[in-house]
């Protein structure tokens, strides 16, 4: 079975300080995209950012960037000067194999923000 | 606002009843997926359409659960008989179509609609 594997349920950051988040995954495929989506307390998720795994550098959006290590299926999230917007719930996400793009997602890092 | 809606926001309902939700997609986009999150879990597919084209439906799309989109546009979502396992965070999202021969799918999500199953 396809699979999203967030290993930290939680982290916390200070304000203006860097976090990774991190995301492995496990497909057959070998072109496919992965995402990061943010759910803030709102409850309303928005993309954050998205690879391409055939391309071999890492996406980056302002100050999100990721760390995509294609073998060993790793996809991690970097937010560099953080912020107290930042906080919220992030999901990593792919799309299933087959399907017309519906997502798998994992079970998501809550992140919290200190001032 | 040209969002994704969804609509009731909340819904408590009893064991037993019927609930149905609506949503309304990007106007554009033709692609509508429905998912269901629990508390402490990422969102789960439940069913997606394609215009007016149910075209794939997740495991835990059981009988009692049925989705329409009559003409394209807006989706409902209804649940027969429910039940308290069905209480959770039910999300629609939308998507325009693929691009080029990848399919690169951006969706974008509404609010949801919480519903508490009694």
């Known amino acids: 079975a396809q699979t999203v594997t967030q290993s930290q349920p939680e982290m916390s950051v200070q304000e203006a300080e860097t976090v990774t988040l991190s995301c492995t995954y496990d497909?057959?495929?070998?072109?496919?995209?992965l995402f990061w989506y943010k759910q803030p307390p709102s409850r309303q998720m928005i993309l954050v950012i998205r690879?391409?795994?055939?391309?071999?550098q890492n996406a980056t959006e302002n100050r999100f960037s990721v760390n995509f290590q294609k073998a060993a299926k790793s996809f991690s999230l970097k937010i560099s000067d953080s912020q107290l917007g930042d906080a919220a719930m992030y999901f990593c996400?792919?799309?299933?194999?087959?399907?017309?793009?519906?997502?798998?997602f994992g079970k998501g890092t809550k992140l919290s923000v200190k001032p | 606002d040209t969002g994704v809606s969804q609509d009731p926001r909340h819904k408590i309902t009893k064991r037993g009843q019927n609930v149905t939700f609506r949503c309304d997609p990007i106007?554009?986009?033709?692609?509508l997926y429905w998912y269901r999150q629990t508390l402490g879990q990422g969102p789960e597919f439940l069913t997606y359409?394609?215009?007016?084209?149910?075209?794939?439906k997740s495991r835990l799309l059981s009988d009692r659960f049925s989705a329409e989109r009559p003409k394209g546009s807006f989706s409902t979502l209804e649940i027969q008989r429910t039940e308290q396992g069905d209480s959770a965070m039910y999300l629609c999202?939308?998507?325009?179509?693929?691009?080029?021969?990848?399919?690169?799918?951006?969706?974008?999500f509404g609010p949801g609609t919480r519903l508490t199953v009694l």
């Open positions: 690879q391409e795994a055939y391309k071999q």
């Open positions: 106007s554009e986009h033709n692609r």
């Open positions: 359409f394609q215009n007016e084209a149910q075209l794939e």
């Open positions: 996400a792919y799309p299933k194999r087959g399907s017309q793009g519906n997502l798998i």
């Open positions: 497909t057959s495929e070998s072109d496919y995209y």
């Open positions: 999202a939308s998507s325009p179509g693929t691009s080029g021969g990848l399919s690169y799918n951006e969706q974008f």
